[in-house]
């Protein structure tokens, strides 16, 4: 049987990454990631840097792509590229080479929403029914979502300011971790205690968006008090500790809200746990058990699918053929752009 090969283009951040998936297998063939170092000591993503990396390196990335997944051009049945939420510098580069792609193979193209994608590759690593919860935290963005199905997405609640990445990220840069620094602040976690340094509970209001500044804040101010070049390593270890306890804390209270809230009927039966941030062990462990209480199954991709990936923009553009979504290559970048 013929395969169905789709190729994904994401370059809307500082990775830029592409990957080949045989989408009815549900199998990566190959996915291969660039990250962009030239961000670690500006302690966070320039976006005039992260446009000429793109640029640089996606068209080697791509080559190297198709060479070590042992696939002909010939093979590709359909592609696509992150049009859009993100830094209209990377998003334009990668849309503009997708296009190229596409008119040189002669291959559909569709735009993909880069949080729809986060939302949706639980479905390449695990057999899941629409609809579901997804919970979605990355670098920027927090969203509390029902996903329908390939196309239907409802915000249930989303971030105001910080999202919870941008929380970890800018607390572990005065830390002296590099950036990004989601994984390092879970391995010094694993060595401090969780109650050690008091830091508030974030979000203890009734609604479901997030709020996670408040928490950076009082964190910051929490290593200027104790002086940040005095911190030994068990203090920065107490605190990454305690950030990761107060960030499940609140997170677990809007799951509470949101089953306060549901008429008994209506119970979803599973949810998801998606984009980087849920490539955190610790806060995978504190979801699952929360949901558990609830008769609900939290699905949450290995962490490789987590992070920004390939893999999710070529299912989704999988998911999209599926559905019967027309290819197009009459679309612009959309650097803001709602679930
Ligand atoms: O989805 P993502 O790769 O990019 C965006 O779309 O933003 O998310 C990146 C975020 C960063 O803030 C990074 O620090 C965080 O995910 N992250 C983690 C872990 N790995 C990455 N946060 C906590 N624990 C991790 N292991
Ligand atoms: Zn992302």
Redo the contacts with the bound molecule.
């Keep these: 049987t013929k395969r169905k090969i789709f190729l994904g283009i994401e370059t809307?951040?500082d990775?830029t990454a592409v990957a080949l998936i045989d989408a009815e297998e549900k199998s990566v063939l190959k996915h291969c990631i660039h990250q962009q170092i030239e961000h670690q000591s500006f302690g966070g993503v320039v976006p005039d840097l992260a446009f000429k990396g793109h640029a640089k390196h996606l068209p080697n990335l791509l080559n190297t792509l198709l060479k070590s997944a042992c696939v002909d051009k010939e093979e590709i049945e359909g592609i696509g590229v992150t049009a859009g939420p993100?830094l209209a510098g990377g998003l334009l580069v990668g849309v503009m080479f997708a296009k190229g792609v596409s008119i040189a193979l002669k291959k559909p193209l569709w735009a993909i929403n880069?949080l729809q994608a986060?939302a949706l590759v639980a479905r390449l690593c695990c057999d899941l029914e629409f609809p579901y919860l997804a919970l979605l935290?990355?670098?920027?963005?927090c969203e509390f979502v029902v996903v329908y199905s390939a196309t239907e997405f409802y915000l249930l609640g989303y971030g105001l300011d910080d999202?919870?990445?941008?929380c970890?990220?800018k607390v572990?840069r005065r830390l002296g971790f590099s950036?990004?620094?989601?994984?390092a602040?879970?391995v010094a976690a694993k060595m401090g205690d969780p109650l050690s340094v008091p830091l508030p509970i974030p979000m203890r209001d009734k609604s479901l968006n997030f709020s996670f500044s408040g928490l950076k804040s009082a964190a910051l101010r929490w290593i200027n008090a104790e002086g940040e070049k005095k911190l030994s390593f068990e203090k920065k270890a107490n605190l990454c500790a305690s950030l990761?306890y107060a960030i499940g804390q609140g997170i677990q209270k809007k799951i509470e809200n949101f089953f306060d809230n549901l008429p008994s009927k209506s119970n979803p039966r599973v949810a998801v746990f998606c984009?980087?941030?849920a490539?955190?062990?610790?806060?995978r462990n504190v979801l699952e058990e929360c949901f558990l209480q609830y008769d609900v199954r939290l699905f949450t991709p290995p962490?490789k699918f987590?992070?920004?990936?390939g893999m999710m923009i070529a299912w989704n553009a999988y998911e999209k053929y599926r559905a019967g979504i027309l290819p197009s290559m009459n679309f612009s970048i959309r650097a803001r752009w709602p679930i």
């Design positions: 809307s951040c990775d993100g880069h986060h935290f990355s670098g920027g963005h999202a919870a990445g941008e970890l990220d572990g950036f990004p620094a989601g994984a602040i879970e990761q984009g980087g941030v490539a955190n062990q610790y806060l962490p987590c992070t920004d990936n």
